[in-house]
């Protein structure tokens, strides 16, 4: 299984140009892949004046120009920022994540993330997409989430929070519930306990947050860094920071990670970041199960 994770900043590239088609080349240059892992996607963010829209001016719908990029993939999207009536003749605005699967998917979960007061600092929602696919070993959940940027405070409840979803999806496989019927809503509820948790944590390898998504929980699979998996000894390559000095000043460092447990850990065959693209603020991540 190969899956890629990729901060897309709306398709907005070191040179200031919003180009979704690029950051679907540039992924496709990289290899094929099995699923492909989305933040910073954008619907209805396209208003081009200078008090409105994303910078670069986006499509209207990054989620139905993904899929259109990607025959062959199905496409969720799951969505953190869902503004209306900001003012009078602005679009809905939503912003979030997308998980491309060209797997068989199984089910679609999205988890509204803990968004705690923090007054001294600027926020917004956030979100974790969860799918359940079937791979050639067996079923995984696949986890991309993408973290509160600037309040600590945020980010360690979402960290916790991931943690704890976590524990319900272990429990739920240990212990399901039949479906109703096999038509119902009410499906049966096992979910894999064998799990990737992927995205932009905005928080640097031995954080707070890294170190707190790393503790042990008790009965339940560790969370291991894939990258350690495969490079064990050896420091993060950047994964932001290295193209667009003007938004990173201080300079590049590695914020963007791939989780797997405990049970994936041995099976882990790659982890590389790709350094040369620059068709986003962050780099392409990607990852290789045996």
Same mark, same amino acid.
């Given at each position: 299984?190969?899956?890629?994770?990729?901060?897309?900043?709306?398709?907005? *590239?070191?040179?200031? @140009?919003?180009? $979704?088609?690029?950051?679907?080349? +540039?992924? #496709?240059?990289?290899?094929?892949?099995?699923?492909?892992?989305?933040?910073?996607?954008?619907?209805?963010?396209?208003?081009?004046?200078?008090?409105?829209?994303?910078? *670069?001016?986006?499509?209207?719908?990054? !989620?139905?120009?993904?899929?259109?990029?990607?025959?062959? !993939?199905?496409?969720?999207?799951?969505?953190?920022?869902?503004?209306?009536? $900001?003012? %009078?003749?602005?679009? @809905? @605005?939503?912003?979030?994540?997308?998980?491309?699967?060209?797997?068989?998917?199984?089910?679609?979960?999205?988890?509204?993330?803990?968004?705690?007061?923090?007054?001294?600092?600027?926020?917004?929602?956030?979100?974790?997409? +969860?799918? =359940?696919?079937?791979?050639?070993? *067996?079923?995984?959940?696949?986890?991309?989430?993408?973290?509160?940027?600037?309040?600590?405070? #945020?980010?360690?409840? #979402?960290? #916790?929070?991931?943690?704890?979803?976590?524990?319900?999806?272990?429990?739920?496989?240990?212990?399901?519930?039949?479906?109703?019927?096999?038509?119902?809503?009410?499906?049966?509820?096992?979910?894999?306990?064998?799990?990737?948790?992927?995205?932009?944590?905005?928080?640097?390898?031995?954080?707070?947050? !890294?170190?707190?998504?790393? +503790?042990?929980?008790?009965?339940?699979?560790?969370?291991?860094?894939?990258?350690?998996?495969? =490079?064990?000894?050896?420091?993060?390559?950047?994964?932001?920071?290295? =193209?667009? &000095?003007?938004?990173?000043?201080?300079?590049?460092?590695?914020?963007?990670?791939?989780?797997?447990?405990?049970?994936?850990? *041995?099976?882990?065959? &790659?982890?590389?970041?790709?350094?040369?693209?620059?068709?986003?603020?962050?780099? %392409?991540?990607?990852? +290789?199960?045996?």
């Amino acid at each position: 299984m190969r899956l890629l994770n990729w901060n897309i900043q709306w398709g907005r *590239g070191a040179d200031g @140009r919003v180009d $979704l088609a690029r950051i679907v080349h +540039e992924a #496709q240059a990289l290899g094929e892949f099995d699923v492909l892992c989305f933040q910073e996607v954008s619907r209805g963010f396209h208003a081009t004046s200078a008090s409105a829209g994303l910078p *670069g001016g986006p499509s209207a719908d990054q !989620y139905a120009e993904l899929a259109a990029l990607l025959p062959g !993939y199905a496409v969720f999207d799951a969505v953190a920022t869902d503004l209306a009536g $900001l003012a %009078p003749g602005l679009p @809905r @605005r939503q912003f979030g994540n997308a998980i491309a699967a060209r797997l068989p998917v199984v089910r679609a979960l999205r988890h509204a993330l803990p968004w705690p007061p923090d007054p001294a600092r600027p926020s917004m929602p956030r979100v974790a997409l +969860e799918l =359940h696919v079937q791979t050639g070993a *067996g079923p995984l959940r696949v986890v991309t989430t993408h973290l509160e940027f600037y309040s600590e405070i #945020q980010r360690l409840a #979402q960290v #916790q929070a991931l943690r704890g979803l976590h524990a319900e999806a272990v429990a739920h496989a240990r212990e399901p519930a039949p479906a109703e019927r096999i038509d119902s809503p009410f499906a049966e509820t096992a979910r894999p306990a064998s799990a990737i948790f992927c995205g932009d944590f905005n928080s640097a390898a031995g954080s707070s947050a !890294y170190r707190r998504m790393l +503790e042990p929980q008790a009965g339940v699979p560790s969370f291991a860094d894939a990258w350690v998996c495969a =490079h064990p000894g050896r420091r993060h390559d950047a994964t932001v920071g290295l =193209h667009d &000095r003007a938004q990173w000043p201080d300079g590049p460092f590695a914020c963007d990670f791939i989780f797997v447990t405990e049970d994936l850990a *041995g099976r882990v065959a &790659r982890c590389e970041v790709d350094p040369r693209s620059a068709a986003s603020d962050h780099q %392409p991540l990607i990852l +290789e199960l045996a």
